[in-house]
């Protein structure tokens, strides 16, 4: 892939759309950036992105810490290039889906992407998503809205916030899991100790009428994904209403 033309592209992009050519340190020879970014996945699989570092990524890889700089520059570049080698591309839709099911599928799988890694869910965003694999995910969800009356500004916005949707309920639902781990009792179960009932009517009869539990009807899902598709039910909702009054 070649470029002509335009902004100089940041070092950190042209790696990961393989645009640049490794450095001077280190072999020339026995190593990729590949292999790096895969061995780097492989340990924050086993022991969470804190444990990252260019010293263990070199030992896993039976080199030494100077031979990755010649293909990576610092732990930074090191964990935004994993971050979208990490999500992979986006799988195969079926043929002739409408958008909404189109939709509902793509934003189902990229859940199931970030949460594949679950230390993705805990790295930075500190810029647009650049990287090939994002770009793949933003097009295969542009196609799913391809056939609708919305002009093209509106279905990027509408593939953007589904996706914001997704992510950051994926971030939310790790967070309250983390922590619920490290507490001891069920939360509706701690809240009617806490609540006076003069105070708090309102949610103290959502409480006691099983809101905060598992619905019966959802136990192939479990709360978390009951509770992801429903949230993302309304927000189909909302989208058709916004390709209807485009037609």
Do not use: C
């Not at 199931?112 to 995910?137: C, D, F, K, S, Y």
């Not at 905060?212 to 009951?226: H, I, T, V």
Request: charged fraction near 25%; charge should be negative.
């Amino acid at each position: 892939m070649e470029t002509s033309g335009g902004p100089e592209l940041p070092r950190k992009i042209k790696l990961a759309w393989g645009l640049a050519e490794p450095g001077s340190r280190g072999p020339r020879r026995g190593l990729s950036l590949e292999q790096i970014l895969d061995a780097a996945i492989e340990l924050a699989d086993r022991e969470g992105v804190a444990a990252l570092s260019m010293s263990r990524v070199a030992k896993a890889l039976g080199f030494t810490t100077m031979s990755l700089y010649r293909y990576v520059e610092s732990k930074d570049e090191l964990i935004e290039l994993i971050s979208d080698r990490a999500l992979g591309p986006p799988p195969e839709f079926a043929k002739g889906l409408g958008w909404r099911e189109g939709l509902q599928q793509w934003a189902i799988a990229e859940r199931e992407g970030v949460l594949r890694h679950p230390w993705w869910l805990q790295l930075p965003i500190v810029a647009p998503p650049t990287g090939p694999n994002n770009m793949l995910w933003l097009d295969a969800g542009l196609a799913r809205l391809s056939e609708t009356p919305l002009p093209e500004a509106l279905r990027v916005k509408v593939v953007l916030n589904t996706s914001l949707y997704v992510v950051g309920r994926a971030r939310f639902s790790s967070d309250i899991a983390a922590a619920a781990a490290a507490e001891d009792g069920e939360y509706a179960s701690i809240l009617p100790a806490l609540l006076d009932p003069d105070r708090f009517p309102h949610l103290l009869r959502a409480v006691s009428e099983g809101a905060f539990e598992d619905d019966p009807q959802d136990e192939d899902l479990g709360w978390a994904d009951a509770d992801f598709r429903f949230a993302l039910d309304l927000l189909l909702d909302g989208i058709e209403k916004l390709v209807d009054a485009h037609r």
